[in-house]
């Protein structure tokens, strides 16, 4: 099974940007969809966007469309999850996760598509 390592995380002023990783180990990354979800104090888990093994498709949550961007390097075996224009409401504890479930269509949205999950990395945005 894949291990997850994230990193990046951090204290920006709103309007500033952050770029997340997310390291794999133990198990080749290109064969899994990769996720980012985030979880804000009191509330639940939610989704931020994800790609495909490939690279090929993305799909992002609408609260962050157009300010996020998520690639991966399958050769360094990474993730990245670039973050612009931050607001307070981004706060939260941001997750990498795995799918393994590759041949299934389209991109995994629900945290219960994902098998694989890191530790988390705290962003804290302030006023």
């Known amino acids: 099974q894949v291990q997850l390592d994230e990193s990046g995380g951090g204290l920006v002023q709103a309007g500033g940007s952050l770029r997340l990783s997310c390291a794999a180990s133990?198990?080749?990354?290109?064969?899994?969809?990769m996720g980012w979800f985030r979880q804000a104090p009191g509330k639940e888990r939610e989704f931020v966007g994800a790609?495909?093994?490939?690279?090929?498709?993305?799909s992002y949550a609408d609260s962050v469309q157009g300010r996020f961007t998520i690639s991966r390097d399958n050769f360094k075996q990474t993730v990245y999850l670039e973050m612009n224009n931050l607001k307070p409401e981004d706060t939260a504890v941001y997750y990498c996760?795995?799918?393994?479930?590759?041949?299934?269509?389209?991109?995994?949205?629900?945290?219960?598509?994902?098998?694989?999950w890191g530790q988390g990395t705290q962003v804290t945005v302030s006023l």
């Open positions: 996760a795995a799918d393994r479930s590759v041949w299934r269509a389209g991109i995994g949205r629900s945290s219960d598509e994902y098998d694989y």
């Open positions: 133990g198990h080749t990354l290109s064969l899994y969809n």
């Open positions: 790609l495909r093994w490939s690279g090929g498709v993305t």
